[in-house]
Every structure is written in C-alpha cells, then in structure tokens.
C-alpha cells in the first residue's frame, strides 16, 4: 500500500478510535503543544491526559478496551516472531490472525487462540458496528508498528499486510471508505 493512502488511512482510523475514546482526539487535533507524558497506551500524550493517572477511582469498563486489544496485538506479534523462528511462515500465521480479527458478523473480531476478557465480550457483543472497527483499528496500529521496527523483510510484509487488511476492514465496517 502507498505511503500516502496508508498516512490517510491511519487518520481516518484515529479519527474513528477518537470517537470511541474521545482522549484520542489530543492525537487527531492537538490543541495544545504536547508535554511528553508516558501513558502506556500510545506511548506518550500531552499535558491534558496527566489528570487522568492521578484519580484513584477504578477504570471504567469501556476504558479497558483499547488496552486489551493492545495487550492481545503484542502478544499476537510476539508469537508470530517465535513462531517465524520455529520454522512456520509469518504470511500464514497473519493471514490466520486476520481471519480471526476481520470475521463476518455475527462473529467477534478476536483472535480464537487468545482469551477474550470477559468485561471486553459484553462489550463486543453489545455494539459490534462500533466496537469492531476500534478492535481491527487498534490492533493494525499495534501490527503497523511492528512492520516499521522488524528488519526481518517476511515479517515485517506480514506484519504491513495484515495491518492493512485491518484498516481496511475497520473502515469498511465503520462505514468509512478504505
């Protein structure tokens, strides 16, 4: 995919996951000069997020999807690194990963080896149209990332072509065109 289609692709998708977290929209319009300040999700978030680490009150359950469907996409990478290792070809574990992630509906978009949190299923289940796309959405990011930093040239396709599939999907499904 194009360096241009995919720098607008990933703006539409931020532009789609500020909808869901409206945090992220720091990301797709700043409005202030970022103050670095490591948040753990995206690495770092300005000045505004900082408020956010200091209240002690619980997280609440739609906060935790994004962290978990990074937690599942690392994890994911993680093992398709080891298992590329072991022998197995990065292309078909991702084309695997991304049946998984981008099934027809009624379907949830999460990995069939991998746990599904039980606070993420009522959530997944509850508005697929919606919450779907932030999964895909996120989890591309998460495989965009490891594309850029693999210097392992099959990987590094792999982990490109699966965040593209991604994208595209989460876009589709959001009713955004790819």
């Not at 697929?128 to 999964?135: D, G, L, M, N």
Request: charged letters at 20%; a neutral charge; aromatic letters at 6%.
């Amino acid at each position: 995919m194009a360096t241009a289609k995919r720098a607008a692709m990933t703006v539409e998708v931020l532009t789609m996951l500020a909808h869901y977290d409206p945090r992220l929209w720091e990301l797709v319009h700043p409005h202030v000069p970022p103050h670095p300040v490591h948040d753990g999700f995206l690495g770092v978030r300005s000045a505004n997020f900082a408020d956010g680490g200091l209240n002690p009150q619980p997280i609440p359950p739609g906060d935790a999807l994004l962290p978990a469907v990074r937690d599942m996409s690392v994890a994911v990478a993680e093992a398709t690194i080891a298992a590329s290792l072991a022998g197995r070809k990065p292309a078909e574990i991702a084309r695997e990963i991304g049946d998984d992630i981008c099934p027809e509906p009624p379907k949830l978009p999460w990995p069939k080896k991998w746990p599904l949190p039980v606070q993420l299923q009522q959530q997944l289940l509850a508005d697929p149209q919606r919450v779907s796309p932030a999964v895909q959405a996120t989890a591309a990011l998460v495989f965009q990332s490891y594309a850029g930093r693999t210097t392992d040239k099959p990987l590094s396709t792999a982990f490109g072509d699966l965040a593209d599939r991604l994208l595209e999907r989460a876009l589709k499904t959001s009713g955004r065109t790819a």
